[in-house]
Nanobody
Framework: QVQLVESGGGLVQAGETLRLSCAAS????????MAWYRQAPGKQRELVAA???????TYADSVKGRFTISRDTAKNMGYLQMNNLKPEDTAVYYC????????????????WGRGTQVTVSS
């Protein structure tokens, strides 16, 4: 059974830095796309950044130049480095991954973590 667990959230002041981690575990054969989403109170969940296996990352316009997504394929880990945080970055951040497991290597399935809270005070 695959699990994604996010960590690294917290309460910071505007201008400070956080690094989120996403740990994938279970009967994983490979991880294709990995992405970070966020959902602020009263708003829809939005894509923050994504990184395909062996590909280039993409970012939401609101975080370009401040956030960096990365991954460690060998460790089944994903990361989101968040610099110069702003109050509008306050949200629950979720990790999503498309994973092939040894249950059936023909298909990939989408998995989500439970999220980690990021709160940025002004």
């Amino acid at each position: 059974q695959v699990q994604l667990v996010e960590s690294g959230g917290g309460l910071v002041q505007a201008g400070e830095t956080l690094r989120l981690s996403c740990a994938a575990s279970g009967n994983i054969i490979s991880i294709n796309d990995m992405a970070w989403y966020r959902q602020a109170p009263g708003k829809q969940r939005e894509l923050v950044a994504a990184i395909p296996f062996g590909g280039s990352p993409t970012y939401a316009d609101s975080v370009k130049g401040r956030f960096t997504i990365s991954r460690d394929t060998a460790k089944n880990m994903g990361y989101l480095q968040m610099n110069n945080l702003k109050p509008e970055d306050t949200a629950v951040y979720y990790c999503r991954a498309e994973i092939v497991t040894d249950d059936d290597i023909r298909y990939q399935y989408e998995y989500w973590g439970r999220g980690t809270q990021v709160t940025v005070s002004s």
